[in-house]
């Protein structure tokens, strides 16, 4: 019999779930939609398909983070409907309590986390850079002529004379003096044809000038190579547009951090901002459980007074938006080093999830 009630309410929970999480990715979309749609106007000829594609595309970010919202209404609504069609005097009656309904719930929104920041964490992740890569397509968006990858750094330097494609396997950082190893620098003309190559074991970022040390020449219309002890180039490349790319973690993979964290460390930039990121997705799966039991703690106990429905609803939405905001206020003291990154990270969901309980614990058994 228990077996059967704890297959009902689950069943129903993730029902409930899907139709929160649909309806407001929905209203969300829809408010994107209308947002791109004016940015589009001030713009010619952007597609409306192109536009619909964008606020598409931000929709699985979108569905992150209001995915601990979603579960406090969800929560909400299937206790308020637990309540009030009676299910929880009829279970009783058969000898479960509400730790019974509560406990496979937590476990249920426990792996929906997991799936959150395992599974779908890449997908979102993709689906953002897609976005930036298509507002840069059309137009909305300048497009960023450097970018990180596995196989080093890159970027595109537009000169008078035509552009300059240069990679570097390793960039080093400290105290503001920016040095690449493995250089390689593509000199196209104009009309993007080959003019020279050059490949350089270092190289240093001053302002406004790369300087390549040691540098070997190949020049393919003569097909002679030559050393040449120094190589400058002028470039609009600096140290604030490199942590400016850099500081993006939002459109990262959940799998992909631990790497770029280690790459940036070796590199002696900041990692602050990714290693706070990181440690908040860790906790997320936790968060979550603190929504439902926040929405569990209001909710749950019967009530028999009038406008009482109004009241918990108040409740729940106030104290769930207010753990919320309180994540956000550690999230900002462990980026400026007030906190440590555990507690910055897990410490909301630490400090709510043992208070739900006990007040719970006093309700449930007395």
């Known amino acids: 019999m228990k077996q059967i009630i704890t297959r009902y309410t689950l069943s129903r929970f993730l029902m409930i779930f899907m139709a929160v999480l ?3 990715t929905a209203i969300i979309l829809l408010f994107d939609l209308v947002e791109l749609l004016r940015q589009a106007a001030k713009r010619e000829n952007i597609a409306f398909f192109d536009v619909l ?5 931000k929709s699985p970010q979108m569905m992150h983070i209001i995915f601990p919202f979603v579960v406090l209404i969800s929560g909400m609504i299937f206790f308020l ?69 596995e196989d080093g750094f890159w970027w595109r330097e537009i000169t008078e004379n035509g552009t300059l494609v240069i990679r570097a396997s390793q960039v080093n950082q400290k105290e503001g003096q920016i040095s690449l190893e493995n250089v390689s620098v593509l000199d196209l003309s104009q009309a993007d044809l080959y003019r ?11 302002q406004g000038e790369l300087l390549l040390t040691q540098a070997f020449v190949v ?12 190589i400058s180039f002028e470039t609009t490349l600096s140290l604030e547009r490199l942590l400016e790319k850099f500081d993006e973690p939002q459109t990262m993979s959940f799998w992909r951090f631990p790497h770029f964290i280690r790459f940036l460390k070796h590199a002696g930039f900041s990692v602050r901002q990714h290693e706070v990121y990181f440690f908040e997705l860790t906790a997320f799966p936790l968060f979550l459980v603190a929504m439902l039991l926040i929405s569990a703690l209001f909710t749950l106990p019967p ?10 609803v108040l409740a729940v939405l106030g104290t769930g938006f207010g753990l919320y905001f309180f994540s956000r206020i550690t999230n900002v003291m462990g980026l400026n080093g007030s906190l440590p990154l555990f507690l910055a990270a897990w410490g909301p969901a630490l400090i709510a999830i043992p208070i739900c309980i006990s007040c719970l614990l006093h309700f449930e058994d007395g």
């Open 22 to 24: 649909l309806t407001l």
């Open 303 to 312: 009530s028999n007074r009038r406008g009482g429905v109004f009241l918990r």
């Open 219 to 230: 020049d393919p219309e003569t097909e002679k190579a030559e050393i040449k002890e120094k």
């Open 196 to 206: 020279k190559h050059i490949e350089s074991q270092k190289a240093y970022l001053n």
């Open 81 to 149: 409907l637990l309540n009030r069609s009676s299910e929880l005097i009829v279970m009783r009656a058969v000898g479960m309590s509400a730790w019974n309904v509560l406990i496979p719930l937590g476990v249920l929104v426990f792996c929906l986390g997991l799936l959150d920041i395992m599974a779908f964490s890449p997908i979102s992740s993709s689906t953002a850079r897609r976005y930036e890569r298509l507002e840069e397509r059309i137009g909305m968006k300048s497009s960023s002529p450097f970018k990180w990858t």
């Open 53 to 57: 594609t964008l606020a598409l595309l």
